[in-house]
Structure formats: structure tokens, C-alpha cells
């Protein structure tokens, strides 16, 4: 019975977080670059029973032989999903979407992306703002303050005598405002990073990420798993935006089959309990 009592117990704790992860999947559906997290479940704790090296010791068994005995449940792994989200036409030049893998870079001050911190993000909706420091320049910022970084970790620095355009491999072109010449080629580009492995990534709100150094396997840097891509590798689209990848249809299935779950190992919590009442009533 206490062992009743352990098992349900987990799994309803397991099944809560659970729920709760659904729950945020579900809350972020509108979220631009949102990626869902999926969890999966691992048994706690398992013993084997088989028969005993004498048979004398194993009259009156009942049980098949190799009967494994199980102590429950719970939540093992969380992995994010990292499929391509929907295409939302903005007609804004200075939100980016990226195609396939890849994550933009985003400063915070320190000096302006270079000592400050940098965080990874999918959610392409930059915006023009004055640089404080240089009259009729500009930098792109998204909605939390974070500075677009280039391929060197430099904050993207535009004037504003130039239109500004984004290619398809990442690159910017200028043009002079009033139409005359031709478009020449800004050394910046923007820096779009591919990461090995998105489940080391740490959530540090407003759908930004970052990657927890002390938490790497021992021997890993966050140079080993953050590569910088080139030219042509990556692929931009100006004028869009990356929509989540939940798929609310598949997450309210989830949700149900969760919660009726939830409701079973409550049930038997209970169960488990009342067992325990009528034993403790017999030995008195």
C-alpha cells in the first residue's frame, strides 16, 4: 500500500508538470518564433523477481518468473521542437524570418553587444532606434531593448542616408535615399548562429535564450556548440515573421489525455488510503 501510495503519487506530480508544460506551449500559440517543448516520461525505479536457486523456496509462488516490479513514474526529458514555424507577411522591411536552422543574436549593454551579454532568439521583430552616441545613425532593437548583432558581435549600425535591404544569404545592401547610384554591399551582415544542440538552451523570458556554462558537460565550451554560419547558409526572408509551431489541436489532446491521467492517479491515491485505514483498524 505504501508502495500504492508512492507510485500514484509520482505520477501525479509528473502528469501536473506535465499539464503545465501544455499549458505554456498552448499560453505562447501567437508567439512570433516560438518553438513548443515536448515532455517525455521515465521510470523511476524497477526490481526484478525471479526464482529463488532453491525450489523448496518457491512452493506456493504464484507470480510468472522474471515479474518486474515498477515504482513509478516521471518527467525524464524536455526537448524542444524545433520545426519551422508559419510565415506571417508583415511588409516590414526590418522584420527578418529565418528558414531552417539558426538563431539571431541579440546584445544587451555592456558597450553595445560586444561586453555585454548576448542572448539567442528566433523571433525576427527588429525595430529602428537612434544611437544615443552617433547623430543620423540607427541600430535594430527588438521589443525587450536587445541590440541585432553582426558576424563579429557588433551591433548593426545604420546611416540614415541609406535605404536599407536584406538579402536572401543574410547580407545588407544599401542605397542612397535620394535614388541616385547603385546599391554597394555593408561589411556588416547579419550574425545568424547555428546551435548543435537546442536543448542546452536556457529560457531566460521574453522568448530569448541563452546557454548556462556551468552546466555543460565537462570538457564543453559554449564555443563548441555555437558556430557561426556563413554566407548562403542560412537563409533570411525581410518582411516576414516566424509564427509558433504549436498546433493548438494537438495540444488540447494532450492537455485531456493528461488530465484524465492526473484524475486516475488521484483516484488510486485515494484508494491507497483507504486500504491503509481498514489495515490500521484490523491491527488495533
Known sequence: MNTSLFISSGAMQAYQQKIDNTANNVANVNTNGYKRKDHSFSEILASQINH?????????????????????????????????????????????????????????????????????????????????????????????????????????????????????????????????????????????????????????????FGINAAELPAGTTVDNLVRMMQPGEAQLSSGYLEGSNVDLTTEMVELMTSQRSFQMNARAVSYADQMMGIASNILR
Open 52 to 208: 529463488q536457486g532453491r525450489t523448496d523456496q518457491e512452493v506456493g509462488r504464484l507470480t510468472p518468473d522474471g515479474l518486474r516490479v515498477g515504482y513509478g513514474t516521471r518527467i525524464g526529458l524536455t526537448q524542444t521542437n524545433m520545426e519551422q514555424g508559419q510565415a506571417i507577411a508583415t511588409g516590414n522591411p526590418f522584420d527578418l524570418m529565418i528558414k531552417g536552422n539558426g538563431f539571431f543574436q541579440v546584445g544587451y549593454p555592456g558597450a553595445v553587444g560586444v561586453n555585454g551579454e548576448v542572448r539567442f532568439t528566433r523571433d525576427g521583430s527588429f525595430h529602428l532606434t537612434p544611437n544615443p552616441y552617433v547623430d543620423g545613425s540607427y541600430h535594430l532593437v527588438n521589443a525587450n531593448g536587445g541590440y541585432l548583432l553582426d558576424q563579429n558581435g557588433q551591433a548593426l549600425e545604420f546611416n540614415d542616408q541609406y535605404e536599407v535591404n536584406f538579402t536572401e544569404n543574410g547580407q545588407i545592401q544599401l542605397r542612397d535615399k535620394n535614388g541616385q547610384g547603385i546599391a554597394f554591399r555593408s561589411p556588416q551582415q547579419v550574425g545568424i548562429v547555428d546551435i548543435q544542440n537546442p536543448n542546452v538552451l536556457e529560457n531566460l523570458g521574453n522568448n530569448e
